[in-house]
Nanobody, 127 residues
Framework: QVQLVESGGGLVQAGGSLRLSCATS????????MGWFRQPPGKEREFVGA????????YFADSVKGRFAISRDNAKNTVYLQMNSLRSEDTAVYSC????????????????????WGQGTQVTVSS
């Protein structure tokens, strides 16, 4: 059974920072690429960013580029989302997801091809 569990969400003031974690189990973590997504209140889920299985390539949506960073620790089966300079429009439920090794990079780097998802963690940015 594959499980992805996010943590680290909460309430933060605009301009502040948060780091989200996504712990995985039930699968060889280093075999797959990981993504972060978010769903703002009343809106569709959107792609935030992704990291490849080795951790040396990251991709981001334009809305977070330069403010967010993704990293992973394959020894701990965990991927992280560091969020800086947070804005009220970053308020959303943030989820992590995994894409297996066979998914083309042109897909997973754009938020496509993910097959397992976490339950999400709420991030609220107050202005």
């Amino acid at each position: 059974q594959v499980q992805l569990v996010e943590s680290g969400g909460g309430l933060v003031q605009a301009g502040g920072s948060l780091r989200l974690s996504c712990a995985t189990s039930g699968r060889t973590f280093s075999d797959f690429n990981m993504g972060w997504f978010r769903q703002p209140p009343g809106k569709e889920r959107e792609f935030v960013g992704a990291i490849n299985w080795t951790g040396d390539k990251t991709y981001f949506a334009d809305s977070v580029k330069g403010r967010f960073a993704i990293s992973r620790d394959n020894a701990k089966n965990t991927v992280y989302l560091q969020m800086n300079s947070l804005r009220s429009e970053d308020t959303a439920v943030y989820s992590c997801a995994s894409a297996n090794f066979g998914v083309p990079s042109l897909a997973w780097s754009r938020g496509l091809g993910y097959d397992y998802w976490g339950q999400g963690t709420q991030v609220t940015v107050s202005s």
